[in-house]
């Protein structure tokens, strides 16, 4: 988890002073002047009178999103004969006791414009005053080259009647990464040390924008020559140059070898594949081998977890009828390769027994069907990248959906009905086509519409869910192959370009943009036909990065100037561990299961995959790649290790009764482990330790346990 | 000086500036001294899942009609003026080290699982993520860190919400199973069968080895994190110390009989031998509470005598050993249950007004906060929400409520949502 401090509400310092000459507006509009007054203020923030229950009496709407609402709730605390006897004054300027603490001074432009208002008679503004169109902030992007550089923005209110104001000083800035740039309230972005760049999102009355700002701390980059030539890489290595960092080296066959068995298979390369592989002098022999993974049917069982985690598959939600269909279907279409907008609008138009129908399970959650909400939250996640879910509740301070889009989006899925079978835990989707969602804002049924476009007209009695699944998989759909793509890329790289991947919104800006335009146009372009966008991105230097970091690439941890080292999922790992010793896991009541990845369902009773994190699929969310106590008291004492690699009839076994000498015997241990054979010096250390204890198979034992308890084998690197 | 953003932001280093202006209420220079002598504080809370009643615990109404009533009758307690019901003497004999806040009132969300996410946290739960529990912010906010881990749940968790949430993994609690047990040990403490400790010593030292030469150079956080959580592992495995604070087995019969041979019993007993040896923060589950049937008959055979007789066992013990000072305990459930009993003898559930008790870390003992009407249905005096109550434990914990964590995406959470202590709770 990468700690962004992205301060959105709690902002230190207020001590702006009215040096600045003030000229009070001609024509007042309460939204465009006061609002912004309270959003600087914090005062409209939930902690505080934006509170559903307001604060001490006085209630604001949640970021001033309801002018005439925080109208009324102000005129009751003016004083227009003395303003500075209003208590919308006195109180921020604690000039009486405020519970909130002081908000603005009295000698500040924001007491001022406030008091301007009240002296002007607290007008609401006329109806065909000028508003807001836009906000835009200047100097356009440049990277700053030394530490404690300061870089002060501008912002600029553009009205409908094209006039403009400088509204810097009532403007909210905050940095979504503080090691690189951190913005005081004046405006004011300066350099921190760190190298890369930050988006500065600046709001300002309802509307925000997040300019990107770049800083580096480096003299230079050593950039090999020629600059690879490869679509991905050229965008990389732009943002490398750009930002003077220096890439990793291309990693080892032994490393390239692991990583994308790892990746594409979720599993490790036995000692002869590494033979093998390494002896071939073929020139195109990583490309082959992508080929080959690809083709795998591991390929399709590590696939079906992934989707299965993504889509939350889960015996408590489907029941075991429902996640053993899903987990089917799932497998099916990844053994196929049925590109990706074929699985969409399988799901998303899906009718039938969800325990007969695989996909029927999208629509299901605790033995029925899912809410519309839930279905317009659960999409969103996955097949639009957008959290649309926060609009349920409220607009979002940083993004552009609306409470009345999250509705529209619901009433796209609010024609399922659930009709009961034999089976009291499943459910058979049918069509009811009347049925609505009720906008608890308008009180009223909403539209169906596609996410921020046109109504969904169909036919009285038609499905519109094919009308939306059709807008969905079209390849100009502007969400589904960014998101699709952004997810393969996440895959592969160990971070989305947009991350969280879910997260996409103009606030949340990729770190490569025109790389992610790049790969969902690719993928559109091979009719979303996954396998071939993994193809293309593991042909790129970038994904084929060493994983050991340099002196200016240690703390890059978004602009891929090296692979970043993944800990295996819990799945794998079990599996990693069943395979190196030779003994696989049996899992009860879960016959179909030779492996932890091909278990259906992660309700399996397992404490070593519960203590390594498999993903609880109750909200949907990457897993947790950080090592804990728990997690390592269970690598050094967990029984499952210790039983595998001591059992008479395991892989050490076999090792320890063959007539392999014992540098031989190490050497087939490392490749089965670490796809690569022992360094000389390694080897000598660990021959000398075998030569000198006095029990030949508790040594070897103790190897082993050593290799896989290891950071090495543990992270995919 | 620089000012707090948020609402309520009466900071410490504001307290007195603010109390000088007149808005200080009389008893904030004595929550300043509560914050003040931080530094100890240990945390047991304890959960009963399900929901247990008030007006059959610390909330009875003897004059209300029988089907409100229920079966059971109030008995004095140490505490003058304070009655509980008779099927609770031990815990009776230790009220004048409680406080009983009869007028907690939390928000009706349906189920459980979001109930249960409510009061484990003090943040309403959005259904997108996960906030974290009151002892994982706790030893987040305090950074406590040593050879013991700083955060244990005894028993097993009931419902979701119980750890480090958008904290990550890393402030869950460390899992100590169930000490009542026959043969109870903490889950991979000790090595495998066969395998001697000097044995994991050499293999420790074997994957020092390999460790060592793979990858001296990097900085990524997740690959970081397994050097010390791996130290950590070996330290506790070969602490003394450590070991010996999970042996329960350690504790004299007498004792063990006085925390009663049951699962609430020996896992209080276990809080206690925990926070003795520096834990700082213990979680215990006890589930079972939901009785909407047979609310009387579980509450008197299942329920109230074995917590009774652990939590009366835990207080006493705590304060006879010099502890209760500066340990917070907690007893809490996810809601209170309906007044009016069922058609099957049951209460349903009841989120309206119920009663959570405290004890210890600068609480002040021998008193009752709030009060319900005589249905024991509506709070009609001094309203505590759960946000309050969340104040309330962390200001009792010395932890700024004000301060404010990120969630991996950036979203703020602060430690309260817009809370403010009850300051009459604290001595």
């Not at chain 1, 732009?238 to 599993?267: M, N, Y």
């Not at chain 2, 979701?160 to 993994?169: C, K, N, T």
């Not at chain 2, 009792?396 to 950036?410: F, S």
Request: charge should be neutral; hydrophobic fraction near 40%; charged fraction near 25%.
């Amino acid at each position: 988890m990468a700690p962004r401090a992205l301060l959105l509400c709690t902002i230190a310092a207020l001590t702006l002073s009215a040096q600045q000459p003030f000229t009070p507006p001609a024509r007042w509009n309460f939204s465009t002047h006061v609002t912004p007054i309270l959003t600087f203020g914090g005062c409209n923030q939930s902690a505080c009178h934006g509170s559903p229950v307001g604060k001490n009496g006085f209630k604001l709407s949640l970021f001033g999103y309801e002018p005439e609402k925080d109208y009324q709730a102000l005129i009751g605390r003016l004083n227009i004969k003395s303003p500075d006897e209003s208590l919308v004054l006195k109180k921020p300027a604690m000039l009486v006791p405020h519970g909130g603490g002081p908000r603005f001074r009295k000698d500040s432009r924001h007491y001022q414009l406030l008091r301007a208002w009240i002296t002007a008679g607290a007008p609401f503004g006329d109806a065909d005053a000028p508003s807001l169109a836009r906000i835009e902030v200047t100097p356009p992007y440049r990277v700053l080259t030394s530490k404690g550089e300061g870089l002060p923005l501008k912002v600029t209110a553009v009205y409908s009647d094209h006039t403009r104001d400088d509204v810097t000083a009532f403007s909210v800035f905050s940095s979504n990464d503080e090691s690189i740039l951190k913005v005081a309230p004046t405006g004011i972005a300066t350099t921190q040390g760190g190298t890369g760049d930050a988006a500065i999102m600046v709001r300002y009355a309802g509307k925000f924008a997040a300019p990107v700002y770049g800083a580096t701390m480096y003299a230079s980059a050593k950039t090999p020559a020629p600059l690879p030539q490869h679509p991905i890489d050229r965008e990389i290595y732009a943002k490398l140059r750009q930002l003077r960092i220096t890439p990793s080296a291309v990693c080892s066959d032994e490393e390239f070898l692991r990583r994308t068995h790892l990746d594409i298979t979720g599993t490790l390369p036995t000692a002869a594949d590494a033979r093998q592989f390494l002896a071939s002098s073929a020139p195109n022999k990583r490309a082959l081998l992508v080929d080959q993974l690809l083709e795998k049917p591991e390929y399709a069982d590590l696939e079906t977890l992934v989707w299965a985690d993504r889509l939350r598959s889960d015996s408590r939600f489907h029941r075991v009828g429902g996640v053993r269909s899903y987990f089917r279907w799932l497998k099916e279409e990844f053994l196929l390769n049925r590109p990706l907008d074929k699985l969409a609008y399988s799901l998303l138009t899906a009718r039938g027994a969800n325990f007969a129908s695989g996909p029927a399970n999208y629509w299901g959650n605790y033995d029925k069907i899912s809410t519309p909400i839930e279905t317009a939250i659960q999409t969103g996640q996955v097949f639009l990248g957008v959290r649309i879910g926060c609009a349920q509740c409220h607009n979002h301070p940083f993004e552009k959906w609306t409470q009345s889009d999250f509705y529209s989006l619901a009433a796209v899925f609010s024609q399922v009905v659930e009709f009961p079978t034999k089976n009291t835990q499943e459910f058979d989707l049918r069509l009811d086509p009347n049925r609505a969602v009720i906008n608890p804002a308008t009180r009223r049924a909403a539209e169906p519409r596609y996410l921020g476009g046109e109504i969904i007209d169909v036919a009285p009695g038609e499905d519109r869910r094919i009308a939306f699944a059709r807008w969905l998989t079209a390849r100009e759909n502007p969400f589904f192959a960014r998101a699709m793509a952004n997810q393969i890329w996440r895959h592969m790289m160990g971070r989305g370009l947009v991350q969280p991947v879910d997260d996409f919104r103009e606030t949340n800006p990729p770190t490569h943009p025109a790389l992610l335009d790049l790969l969902a146009t690719e993928l559109a372009g091979y009719n979303f036909d996954q396998k071939r966008l993994i193809r293309f991105i593991a042909a790129s230097r970038t994904y084929q990065h060493s994983s050991a970091a340099n002196e200016t690439n240690r703390l890059d941890f978004k602009y891929y100037s090296r692979w970043y080292p993944k800990r295996m999922m819990a799945e794998v790992y079990m599996d990693a561990i069943a395979q190196v010793t030779n003994l696989p896991d049996r899992f009860k009541d879960w016959p179909e299961a030779r492996r932890a990845t091909e278990l259906p369902d992660n309700r399996f009773a397992s404490y070593f995959l519960d203590v390594f994190e498999r993903s609880n699929r109750l909200v949907i969310c990457d897993r947790e790649e950080n090592v804990t106590v728990s997690q390592a008291l269970h690598f050094v004492n967990g029984p499952e290790a210790q039983e595998k690699i001591a059992i008479p009839d395991g892989r050490l076994a076999q090792w320890l009764g063959s007539p392999l000498a014992d540098s031989q015997l190490l050497e087939e241990m490392f490749l089965a482990t670490l796809a690569r054979p022992p360094a000389p010096r390694e080897k000598d250390r660990l021959l000398t330790r075998v030569a000198s204890a006095n029990n030949r198979k508790e040594v070897f034992e103790d190897i082993l346990w050593a290799i896989l308890n290891s950071r090495e084998f543990i992270f995919n690197h | 000086m620089s000012f707090h953003f948020d609402c309520d932001g009466i900071r410490r280093r504001n307290f007195l500036k603010i109390g000088m202006l007149g808005l200080g209420s009389p008893s904030l220079p004595q929550l300043l001294r509560a914050q003040k002598k931080d530094a100890e504080r240990s945390f047991i809370f304890v959960w009963l899942g399900g929901g247990p009643p008030q007006m059959d615990m610390y909330d009875m109404k003897p004059e209300a009609p029988e089907e409100i009533r229920g079966e059971f009758k109030p008995i004095p307690t140490k505490a003058p003026g304070i009655q509980m019901c008779e099927l609770m003497p031990k815990t009776a004999s230790q009220a004048d080290k409680l406080c009983i806040l009869r007028s907690v009132t939390s928000v009706d969300l349906g189920s459980h699982e979001r109930s249960s996410r409510y009061l484990q946290s003090g943040v309403l739960p959005v259904p997108n993520m996960d906030f974290a529990s009151f002892g994982s912010i706790y030893v987040k906010e305090k950074n406590l860190h040593g050879e013991m881990p700083p955060f244990a749940g005894v028993l097993k968790p009931i419902e979701r919400g119980w750890g480090g949430g958008f904290l990550g993994a890393e402030y869950d609690p460390f899992m100590a199973g169930d000490p009542s047990e026959k043969n109870y040990q903490v889950r991979d403490l000790l090595p495998p069968k066969g395998i001697t400790l000097d044995r994991i010593g050499r293999r420790r030292e074997l994957l020092k080895e390999f460790n060592e030469a793979w990858r001296a150079v990097d900085s990524e956080a997740k690959l970081n994190s397994y050097a010390p959580s791996v130290e950590q592992a070996y330290n506790m495995i070969f602490s003394e110390k450590v070991l010996k604070a999970f042996d329960i087995h350690q504790e004299p019969e007498k004792i063990r009989d006085a925390y009663g041979r049951t699962q609430i019993g020996q896992g209080l007993l276990l809080a206690r031998r925990l926070v003795e040896h520096g834990v700082k923060a213990v979680s215990v589950w006890m589930g079972g509470w939901d009785t909407h049937a047979g609310n009387f008959s579980s509450l008197k055979t299942k329920l109230l005598p074995p917590l009774d007789q652990g939590f009366g066992a835990l207080v006493e013990e705590l304060a006879v050993r010099g502890l209760l000072e500066n340990t917070l305990v907690v007893q809490i459930g996810e809601f209170g249950r309906t007044p009016k009993v069922n058609k099957n003898a049951g209460r349903d559930h009841w989120p309206k007004a119920f009663s959570v008790v405290l004890a210890g870390g600068g609480i002040k003992g021998g008193q009752i906060i709030g009060a319900t009407d005589k249905h024991a249905a509506e709070v009609t005096d001094r309203p505590i929400s759960v946000e309050d109550l969340s104040a309330t434990i962390f200001t009792a914990l010395g932890v700024d409520i004000h301060r404010v964590n990120h969630t991996p995406e950036g979203r703020p959470i602060a430690v309260v949502n817009g809370g403010k202590p009850v300051v009459e709770a604290f001595a």
